[in-house]
Nanobody, 125 residues
Framework: VQLQASGGGLVQPGGSLRLSCAAS????????MAWFRQAPGKERAFVAA????????DYADAVKGRFTISRVNAENTVYLQMNSLRPEDTAVYYC???????????????????WGRGTQVTVSS
């Protein structure tokens, strides 16, 4: 499966952005979809995921209550709605897909076989 992320940009603190990740070349509903982010000088970090089977979601503590992951299987797209953005949310955001991830390794980048190119999110006044 090929993934293409979009929707990043520059936003002021407290603002909102919605990222999109379009998938092609695979059966989208088979994949658990996730978002990760990587800030300069830091390791890639888990943000959110939505399981393929049950539609359940999981979030990093740093974004709970502010970010929402959702997917539309008919559109082969997963979204990340980001509200109440903070300067520390500044990073390159990546979408990822996996058919084999389980809850115990959900936050591990190595559990995902497919990655899109990142989209830059900058939160600054």
């Amino acid at each position: 499966v090929q993934l293409q992320a979009s929707g990043g940009g520059l936003v002021q603190p407290g603002g909102s952005l919605r990222l999109s990740c379009a998938a092609s070349g695979g059966s989208f509903s088979r994949y658990t979809m996730a978002w990760f982010r990587q800030a300069p000088g830091k390791e890639r970090a888990f943000v959110a995921a939505e399981f393929r089977s049950y539609g359940t979601t999981d979030y990093a503590d740093a974004v709970k209550g502010r970010f929402t992951i959702s997917r539309v299987n008919a559109e082969n797209t997963v979204y990340l709605q980001m509200n109440s953005l903070r300067p520390e949310d500044t990073a390159v955001y990546y979408c990822a897909a996996s058919t084999s991830v389980i809850r115990s390794n959900l936050a591990s980048p190595s559990a995902y076989a497919y990655w899109g190119r990142g989209t830059q999110v900058t939160v600054s006044s």
